[in-house]
């Protein structure tokens, strides 16, 4: 490991600590003071700081620091993978299924009846993105027909969500679902924490075993073979973790985008183009960054809360036309 990506992890590791924690002692709204909450919680006979904090900001935070995570780990193993700087975690159509199995929850009724309804709905959306892909791809597909697979899965979940929408016979819950596929923290449990987190884990674990064998698959896919990797296997931890973590995380917080995009991009530089190393600082990185846009969110003066995924758009959408123009120069030269 070079010393660059020792301190930028380590930097990046301490960043996460510290916004996890003023995101714990951030009030939902500036109007509610933090020294008091602090004050109360020292107090040995005030249950209703503690039930604040365990209840509305320890879910909250836990979510900001998991999700991101997963999209700074997810986009870091795409792009390695696709071998691709544009690529992103949505490529592989995991979020658009996610989001269609929520929005059929809506759609159905049944997130009014049962609130955990909505946040399962996306997980099934998401596990089924996962066995399409590979019935679409196959046991010995390319890196191209995997992306190729994810581009279609993409299509046909914003199309169903958008004819979901037209049929929706009540405005009010078509308006719901445009809100929750904007992405947003608020208002979570510890209920949809104990939901996502063992599959976000899962996703870990895949993505970060396949990351050695990841460094030969950036050379190509017949240099990794002739090199003794297992590509196909590499190929189907990626997708699977990527499809877990990424997938469990919008169920439970809707579309959060350019996450994935934009902090390995940020951070190549810093690990020498290392796609292991790569890895693990943007899941440092996108914990950061997930954490800091959500407090943002929270200090925003306005009337109502802004959406986390609208923040992140529009921090990511400059970046990304940044990236495109980069890209066209570097052709041209």
Not at 186 to 205: C, E, K, N, T
Request: net charge positive; glycine share 10%; hydrophobic share 55%.
């Amino acid at each position: 490991m070079t010393l660059g990506f020792r301190h930028t992890f380590g930097l990046l590791s301490a960043t996460s600590v510290a916004l996890f924690c003023i995101s714990l002692l951030l009030p939902n709204t500036l109007a509610a003071p933090t020294i008091s909450l602090l004050a109360e919680l020292l107090r040995d006979d005030n249950e209703i700081a503690r039930i604040i904090l365990l209840e509305i900001r320890l879910p909250r935070a836990v979510l900001a620091l998991m999700v991101g995570t997963s999209l700074g780990l997810a986009g870091a193993a795409m792009q390695g993978l696709l071998r691709n700087p544009l690529a992103e975690p949505g490529v592989v159509g995991v979020s658009g299924t996610a989001a269609l199995g929520a929005t059929l929850t809506f759609y159905s009724g049944l997130a009014a009846v049962a609130p955990l309804a909505l946040p399962l709905g996306g997980i099934a959306g998401a596990m089924g993105a996962v066995i399409v892909l590979f019935l679409i791809a196959g046991r010995q597909a390319s890196t191209a027909t995997l992306l190729l697979a994810g581009i279609a899965l993409n299509a046909i979940a914003g199309a169903l969500t958008a004819l979901t929408l037209n049929l929706s016979p009540n405005p009010f819950a078509a308006m719901e679902i445009i809100f929750w596929q904007m992405g947003s923290l608020a208002d979570r449990s510890l209920m949809h924490v104990q939901l996502s987190a063992p599959l976000m884990v899962i996703g870990w674990i895949l993505i970060l075993t396949a990351a050695p064998a990841a460094r030969a698959l950036s050379l190509g896919e017949a240099t990794a073979s002739s090199l003794g990797i297992n590509v196909d296997a590499t190929q189907r931890k990626i997708i699977v973790g990527t499809a877990l973590c990424v997938g469990a995380g919008v169920a439970v917080t809707g579309v959060i985008g350019f996450i994935g995009l934009i902090v390995p991009h940020l951070l190549r530089r810093s690990c020498n183009n290392d796609p292991a190393q790569l890895m693990i600082i943007s899941a440092a990185g996108g914990a950061s960054l997930l954490l800091a846009a959500d407090i943002a969110v929270r200090c925003i003066p306005t009337s109502a809360e802004l959406k986390l995924g609208v923040v992140t758009a529009l921090l990511g959408a400059p970046v990304f036309l940044y990236l495109i123009f980069k890209l066209r120069r570097l052709e041209s030269s």
